[in-house]
């Protein structure tokens, strides 16, 4: 059995009932920017709807081997609210990981300890796949936090077909072995 716990933090599986601790955050105007800038936020309703699903697992697969993981982040000093969420959703070979922390727990290294448990965590579970990450290039915490990671840059012409590929958008792996992928 994992640790379900770092640090400072604790995690649990993503259920409909944190979707109440997680609006809030999702529709902060400096979260939103970097995640949904021109969309309308999700009613709690739909969130809740979201995490249903996603505790559930794929419904749409864009292959057979898609595997959907995905974590509320508590504090442990106050369980008493989710304060972000991890995501990582699988392909085979290779995955695509987001995260998300209300703005009032940005800046206390959180975010990377969050990470960096989420890192052993699917290492132990889906052990070999390369993870990767899109950005917005402005979204420089976002980046620096890749970078702390220790992911690398690449050029967008060798990233695997992501799904939260936007254009303009910047692509980061973690990996010392980056491979080739078919754009
Ligand atoms: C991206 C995001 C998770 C980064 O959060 P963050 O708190 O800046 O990230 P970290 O946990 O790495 O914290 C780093 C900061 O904590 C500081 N810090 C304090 N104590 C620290 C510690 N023990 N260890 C590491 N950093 C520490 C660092 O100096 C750094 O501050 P700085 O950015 O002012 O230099 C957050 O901005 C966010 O949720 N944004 C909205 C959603 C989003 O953009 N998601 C990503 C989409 S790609």
């Avoid at 409909?16 to 979260?31: C, E, F, G, N």
């Avoid at 998300?100 to 300890?113: H, P, Q, R, T």
């Amino acid at each position: 059995m994992r640790s379900m716990q770092s640090k400072n933090l604790h995690f649990e599986p993503l259920t409909a009932a944190h979707a109440d601790d997680l609006l809030p955050i999702l529709t902060t105007p400096s979260v939103l920017a970097f995640i949904d800038p021109t969309g309308t936020p999700p009613t709690l309703e739909e969130l809740r709807a979201e995490y249903a699903a996603r505790a559930s697992g794929p419904v749409n697969l864009v292959t057979p081997a898609e595997q959907w993981f995905n974590m509320a982040i508590y504090l442990k000093a106050d369980c008493s609210k989710a304060i972000g969420r991890l995501e990582a959703t699988r392909y085979g070979e290779w995955g695509e990981v987001a995260y998300l922390l209300g703005e009032a727990w940005w800046g206390k290294g959180l975010a990377f300890e969050a990470m960096l448990w989420w890192h052993d965590y699917l290492n132990a579970i889906v052990p070999g796949t390369q993870w990767w990450a899109t950005v917005h290039p402005a979204n420089q915490r976002s980046i620096r936090l890749l970078t702390r990671l220790q992911y690398e840059e690449l050029d967008s012409s060798r990233r695997p077909k992501l799904q939260s590929y936007d254009l303009g958008d910047r692509c980061f792996a973690h990996s010392a072995h980056v491979e080739e992928y078919p754009a």
